[in-house]
């Protein structure tokens, strides 16, 4: 199996397909990467040669519109903390672990406040048990 | 959705012209706005705003970091005092 950036390793799909097992790499970004290396976007993966992978390893590394893993990761992360230290409303959110861009926390919102805490006493608890 | 690039940012011109003043006469005093809408510029980098949450002036003191955001973003309108009432036994106040 081919490798592309140390770990990653798409399987025995489309070059176009497999390449989107990179985190930050989606349909678009794997049109984009084999236009610019100039490789049969239905190629099989493991039918990659030697060249084409470095080629395809190039320009992940060193072109700024295809930030991907770990670099892509650290980037989320510095944007969040730079909104939580400055203070704004969204930094605020994110640092309640709440919802970010104004969806309702009545119901819902199960992603950010995770698994329910259920409050004793409160209207409607026993007909949930 | 984004603002109109044409448009440009939208920065209450009478703020602007606080901040000039202000620059030019030394005045600390912060700068007292109910213009929550108002953009942060540049200019507005290193002054001390006072903006309105609906009740009272927060001060707010603007960092490099803030440019681009609106000044509203600073002072929030909602005071979460927690839940719990009779039932739990503490509550946070």
């Known amino acids: 199996m081919p490798r592309i950036l140390g770990v990653d390793i798409p399987n025995d799909k489309r070059t176009i397909i497999s390449l989107q097992y990179l985190y930050g790499i989606g349909p678009y970004k794997a049109e984009l990467l084999c236009e610019r290396t100039g490789i049969d976007r239905d190629k099989r993966a493991r039918e990659l040669s030697e060249d084409e992978l470095a080629k395809l390893a190039t320009i992940l590394d060193n072109d700024d519109d295809f930030t991907v893993e770990g670099q892509l990761r650290r980037q989320i992360q510095q944007n969040i903390a730079r909104l939580r230290d400055i203070g704004c409303y969204r930094g605020l959110r994110h640092r309640k672990g709440l919802p970010v861009r104004g969806q309702r926390t009545r119901t819902n919102a199960r992603t950010r406040k995770g698994p329910r805490k259920t409050v004793a006493g409160k209207k409607g608890v026993k007909e949930l048990r | ?93």
């Open chain 2, 1 to 93: 959705m984004g603002r109109s690039l044409k448009k440009g940012p939208y920065v209450v011109e009478r703020l602007l012209d606080k901040v000039a003043r202000s620059e030019s006469s030394g005045n600390r005093e912060p700068i007292k706005t109910w213009a929550r809408a108002c953009t942060i510029v540049p200019e507005f980098v290193g002054k001390n705003f006072a903006i309105h949450n609906g009740r009272t002036f927060l001060k707010l003191y603007v960092t490099e970091d803030m440019v681009g955001h609106k000044l509203g973003e600073f002072a929030p309108t909602r005071t979460f005092k927690g839940h719990g009432g009779k039932g739990g036994k503490s509550g946070k106040r």
